[in-house]
């Protein structure tokens, strides 16, 4: 019989006691929604302070004129290929950080940060190189001259700052996996701060600035790079909290870590790369057809760089929270975050959709300056590509949340695999076919984008759906983690195409969880007034100390509940 003390709490565990979870009711959808809303308004908030300074500074340097304002597009584009490649490898820390937090590991937060310094530095050298090679890659699709010389001074300077980016990421990440948005505030607005002075001051020569014109805004991007990560790392480090709590500067090195956490962040980084380098093939196939088109999408790019960017954060957010409840064995809260984040996930797209229709002329007035008073045709070809961009965004924001929720399973290799399939290769080839074979030009490539977002929606949307649903356990989940790519594929296509559900691949919740006091593998405990039955099941809530003997939860760990494999029918051809 197991003694449960829920009123006592213990100090510390002895070897021979363990820890028991009791089971609250489960998490509602609303409950879910106000979670998300709480972390992603914060955190969205903020990345919406550094984006507004990054943006503000190509503004500057597109209102200078025609060819500015064209280099801006190519930058900006460009930009995002690179800058999501290299930080986006960054996001697992947050992940794994969150989970490690869950699972009552807070000194392995320390480790995963510094570790994330290391993964910072080794991604930097590619994402630096691509920066400065980036004028010789965009000659190759006989781009204007005057487009690439302005390229070429902006890229020459911001190479610079690329490793500040990459730093920047990692310690967002950790101060997202420890809640401490004050910090991330202060390093937002501090970038920002250094960045709109500098930016409008270099790009105009005003206030006794020199006019460096498209290296004046390199050099203010740097500035502000560089100016706000070192104090927010030296805040990490010399905080007697994160030192103390989550050992900071602790000397260790687990190399097993390593290379999980650069496994799964490479996979992040090229998802992030592959889907935004399209976004940079895309901008080449405007400037192709036309230097009009190019320079009437200004508006869309300088939009991509904070939707985008918004549509990550939402998405990250989903998976931190739900590594958060995986890492309690709440497999049914996990799907309910899932649906939650779909659903916020939905109200930024459908929101600018209506604002761009809504207000186009001042958004117009807003990006392109004076220039949208030079023709009525360049006007009209700007707000509809405004709007076929504003369409796309819906299921843009459904793959990248479907994605990101994924990541809290510890499955990155699919988002990858889709990115690459449905929205680099589908996308290039139907972008291509209606901007080049089609008399909608510019708006061809465009609608090309949207058709291609649409498919990658319903390959990945359906992905998660169908294993939120069936990882229900901690062996189902393990399961799938040891299973190769081409097996979950497989199973996630017999679960679309079969005619009979497939059962969920858990037990019934249990009434008491335990927990093995040393941090060891989690033993699931039923307990009953005439037996005592090993199964597995979700937990969260409550935690209290209780009394078990050694040999009993050996029993349990060893003989753990296994569920049977998903039963088939006729239609069943994948597995």
Not at 90 to 116: N, S, T
Not at 147 to 154: E, G, I, Q, T
């Amino acid at each position: 019989m197991i003694e449960i003390a829920e009123d006592e709490v213990l100090d510390e565990a002895s070897d021979e006691e363990a820890l028991i979870v009791l089971h609250p009711e489960a998490i509602s959808l609303k409950d879910a929604i106000k979670d998300i809303f709480n972390h992603s308004f914060k955190f969205i908030g903020c990345r919406l302070i550094y984006l507004g300074g990054t943006m503000a500074n190509l503004t500057f340097l597109g209102e200078k004129g025609f060819y500015y304002l064209g280099a801006s597009s190519l930058i900006t584009t460009t930009q995002i290929s690179v800058l999501y490649s290299s930080t986006g490898v960054i996001f697992a820390v947050g992940v794994f950080a969150k989970g490690a937090i869950a699972e009552g590991r807070l000194e392995d937060v320390g480790e995963i940060y510094r570790q994330g310094m290391l993964i910072s530095a080794i991604v930097s050298v590619p994402a630096v190189l691509a920066t400065y090679f980036m004028s010789n890659i965009l000659s190759l699709t006989d781009q204007s001259p005057d487009f690439l010389n302005l390229v070429n001074d902006y890229n020459v300077i911001y190479m610079t700052a690329v490793p500040a980016n990459t730093f920047f990421m990692n310690n967002l990440q950790v101060l997202l996996a420890t809640s401490d948005y004050k910090a991330i505030l202060a390093q937002v607005s501090l970038f920002s701060l250094i960045m709109l002075p500098c930016s409008y001051g270099f790009v105009n020569g005003a206030w006794g600035f020199p006019d460096l014109g498209a290296s004046g805004a390199g050099l203010a991007a740097t500035l502000a790079a560089w100016g706000s990560v070192i104090p927010t790392t030296l805040y990490i480090f010399f905080r007697p909290y994160y030192r103390k709590t989550y050992g900071i500067t602790r000397c260790y090195f687990s190399l097993k870590m390593f290379k999980d956490l650069l496994k799964k962040g490479i996979n992040i980084g090229l998802q992030a790369g592959i889907e935004t380098i399209y976004l940079t093939l895309l901008s080449q196939i405007l400037g192709k057809i036309s230097a009009t088109a190019l320079s009437a999408s200004a508006p869309i790019w300088d939009l991509s760089s904070i939707l985008t960017s918004v549509t990550f954060s939402l998405a990250h957010v989903g998976g931190v929270l739900t590594r958060k409840v995986i890492g309690r064995g709440d497999f049914a809260a996990a799907r309910t975050y899932g649906f939650a984040t779909q659903i916020m996930g939905q109200i930024m797209p459908i929101s600018c959709l209506i604002i761009f229709f809504a207000a186009t002329t001042p958004l117009l007035e807003i990006f392109l300056g004076k220039h949208h008073i030079d023709s009525v045709d360049f006007d009209d070809l700007a707000a509809q590509m405004l709007y076929i961009y504003g369409v796309g965004l819906i299921p843009d924001s459904v793959r990248n949340i479907a994605a990101g929720n994924m990541r809290g399973y510890n499955d990155t290799l699919f988002a990858m695999l889709s990115g690459f399939v449905n929205v680099l290769c589908l996308g290039l080839l139907i972008s291509g076919l209606l901007g080049f074979e089609s008399p909608l030009g510019g708006l061809g490539a465009l609608l090309g984008r949207t058709l291609a977002f649409t498919i990658g929606a319903c390959v990945m949307g359906s992905y998660w759906y169908t294993n939120s649903r069936d990882i229900q356990s901690v062996q189902s989940l393990q399961a799938h983690e040891d299973s190769s790519l081409w097996f979950n594929v497989k199973t996630w296509m017999n679960a679309i195409c079969c005619c009979r559900r497939r059962p969920a691949l858990a037990a019934p919740i249990a009434d008491v969880v335990v927990v093995p006091a040393d941090g060891g593998r989690h033993g699931f405990w039923h307990h009953d007034d005439e037996e005592q039955v090993p199964i597995v099941a979700a937990s969260a809530g409550k935690s209290v100390y209780g009394s078990i003997q050694a040999d009993d939860l050996n029993y349990i760990i060893e003989n753990e509940f296994r569920p049977d494999p998903p039963s088939r029918c006729s239609s069943c051809y994948f597995l």
